[in-house]
């Protein structure tokens, strides 16, 4: 069966998004720029790359290898030409994360920004416990009283994907990480329009 995502535009993802009401596209970006910043890391893995926002963020000198994972392949190839700046590190994978069998590249930070909600906790342990990343730092989305796609002129897009979403509990993700021995080192909340909230959460592997 094909995954929902596979059918929304691009475009039509990134312009509800980004809309002023919505500003998740913008308060993603930003978050993502702390998220490759705060580590002094050589290789990060981002999961559900989509069209690569933040990725100016990356610094070919200092960054050996970004991998980008999406199951959307237009996604990726929209990303790879819009970063020819990055050809030397970043390298694109089409994955259905859904699969527990792939197995993910090593690397030591994973970005998992708007992505569990559609794989689920269980699945993203399946993936940590086979790559074991030194830090994985996640954004999950919490809705106040309101349903998970704000309203806009392109929410009929995204229609399918309630058939495989679901809001991912902060404190069922902490205990789960916690018993592949990943502790929380930073949790930030970033209040959107439209009673929605951004949680970001980072966890580090324990010794
Ligand atoms: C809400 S978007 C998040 C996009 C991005 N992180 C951002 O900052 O804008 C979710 C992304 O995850 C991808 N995705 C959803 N389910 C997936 C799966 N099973 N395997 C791989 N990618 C998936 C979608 O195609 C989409 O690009």
């Given at each position: 069966m094909t995954n929902p995502w596979e059918k929304i535009s691009l475009s039509d993802y990134e312009e509800h998004m980004k809309l002023q009401d919505i500003m998740q596209l913008q308060t993603l970006n930003k978050i993502m720029q702390n998220q490759i910043n705060q580590y002094p890391v050589k290789t990060i893995t981002i999961l559900g790359?989509?069209?690569?926002?933040?990725?100016?963020?990356?610094?070919p000198e200092k960054h050996d290898k970004v991998y980008g994972i999406d199951i959307n392949k237009a996604y990726l190839e929209i990303c790879k030409n819009r970063f020819p700046i990055l050809a030397s590190c970043l390298e694109l994978k089409a994955i259905?994360?859904?699969?527990?069998n792939t197995k993910l590249p090593k690397s030591e930070l994973i970005i998992a920004n708007l992505l569990i909600e559609y794989i689920g906790v269980e699945t993203l342990i399946k993936h940590m416990k086979q790559t074991l990343p030194k830090v994985i730092s996640c954004v999950i989305q919490k809705n106040i009283d309101q349903e998970f796609v704000s309203s806009s002129p392109y929410q009929q897009a995204f229609q399918d994907l309630s058939s495989i979403h679901t809001d991912v509990h902060e404190e069922l993700l902490v205990e789960c990480l916690k018993t592949i021995n990943y502790k929380v080192i930073v949790r930030k909340e970033y209040l959107l329009p439209n009673k929605k909230m951004f949680i970001r959460i980072d966890f580090k592997m324990m010794r």
């Open positions: 790359i989509a069209g690569g926002n933040g990725l100016e963020y990356i610094n259905d994360l859904m699969d527990i």
